[in-house]
């Protein structure tokens, strides 16, 4: 019942526990948004951190702990890094099976985090999955403008223009990789020729930006 479920946590009110439970509820309401939202960080930081200290039973749990975002970004750069790598000597399928799984995981916490898109596009790119690696190559350079275009919105417009600018331009050669990779002779040349028109066009709007 209720009043045993009360009665089994009731706490003496001048207890050394007591004390220290009032003072944490109160400084806890004191707190502002934004406090508590760093607070829940420091606790994922910490419940993440623990992932190496417990036995297999519990990794489902802390994989569903969402893991602060730029813990994931770091964490992801790295991975990638170390896949890349890994790929020399070979990855066998349950440790790509893993390194999918968790950024699988993370996705779910945040879709639009480029880095994780851009994971997901060289693991296909390395199993030599055309399909997946345009699908994943496109959504990268999508949250990637978007990504851009939100850490600028303090800058003014052009500013903008030329990240965006940057952005496709990086985009053109990567897809010139992608190309080549495959062997579309055609369309990595295409894509080349693209990125040049790019770089071209930036170099106008940069000198005109200076003149203004």
Not at 110 to 132: Q, T
Not at 138 to 165: C, G, K, L, M, P
């Amino acid at each position: 019942t209720t009043q045993q479920a009360t009665a089994a946590v009731a706490l003496d009110r001048a207890s050394l526990y007591g004390i220290y439970v009032r003072r944490r509820v109160l400084g806890f309401d004191q707190l502002g948004f934004e406090a508590v939202g760093k607070l829940w960080e420091l606790v994922g930081e910490y419940v993440s951190s623990t992932e190496g200290y417990v036995d297999d039973g519990n990794k489902e749990d802390l994989l569903s702990w969402p893991t602060p975002e730029r813990t994931v970004q770091i964490s992801v750069q790295q991975l990638c890094l170390k896949f890349d790598r890994a790929i020399n000597d070979g990855v066998d399928d349950d440790k790509y099976d893993e390194i999918k799984k968790l950024i699988e995981t993370w996705v779910t916490h945040y879709p639009d985090l480029p880095v994780l898109h851009y994971m997901r596009f060289i693991m296909c790119l390395k199993r030599r999955d055309r399909s997946g690696t345009l699908e994943h190559f496109h959504r990268y350079f999508d949250y990637a403008v978007i990504y851009e275009r939100r850490r600028q919105a303090a800058q003014s417009s052009t500013a903008n223009t030329i990240t965006s600018s940057t952005v496709r331009q990086y985009a053109a050669i990567v897809l010139t990789a992608l190309h080549h990779s495959f062997r579309e002779d055609a369309l990595a040349k295409a894509a080349t020729e693209e990125a040049i028109r790019i770089s071209q066009q930036q170099s106008v709007q940069t000198n005109q930006h200076k003149d203004d």
